[in-house]
């Protein structure tokens, strides 16, 4: 049974937990949680990151990210590239890391269809919307 929360921070976390707890899931097969697989998928749209770029694009912890940054390079998954500077690192993904994720698709696609299910499509949209919208305000 869930308890309603009146506090829309209290809220959101308690579906983010609900909903990441679907998507982890979904993607056990592929071995990636769905921060990790967000994080693939962040990568490869993203010309050689730094860890403050993908921390700001994601909106995550800086600590947190580097922890999960440096589990995924020990994986294979990512690398980290040298900066501009010797003191920066970048990361890419790497052939490993190309191939989890699109083992990892169509198991994320499946959890999308099922909250769309749940929400209808319009419904689960207008989730997302609202919730990168109310992200991108905070961000200021």
């Known amino acids: 049974m869930r308890v309603k929360i009146a506090c829309y921070c ?8 609900a909903i990441s707890r679907k998507y ?3 993607l056990r ?3 990636l949680t769905v ?10 749209g993203m010309q050689r990151p730094r860890v403050n770029d993908l921390a700001a694009a994601l909106a995550m912890d800086q600590t947190t990210l580097s922890r999960t ?3 995924m390079e020990r994986e294979g998954l ?6 501009g500077d010797g003191r920066e690192s970048r990361w ?4 490993q890391g190309a191939r989890r994720r699109k083992r990892a698709l169509p198991r994320w696609e499946a959890a ?9 499509k319009a419904g689960a949209r207008e989730l997302s919307a609202a919730a990168f919208e109310l992200a991108t305000r905070l961000a200021g």
Do not use: M
């Open 92 to 95: 890419v993904l790497t052939p």
């Open 35 to 44: 921060t990790q697989f967000t994080l693939l998928t962040a990568l490869s």
């Open 10 to 17: 209290g809220s959101l976390r308690q579906a983010t937990r």
């Open 24 to 26: 982890d899931a979904a």
């Open 69 to 71: 940054l440096q589990t």
């Open 78 to 83: 990512i690398a980290a590239a040298a900066g």
């Open 29 to 31: 097969d592929a071995q």
């Open 112 to 120: 999308q269809r099922d909250i769309e299910k749940l929400l209808g």
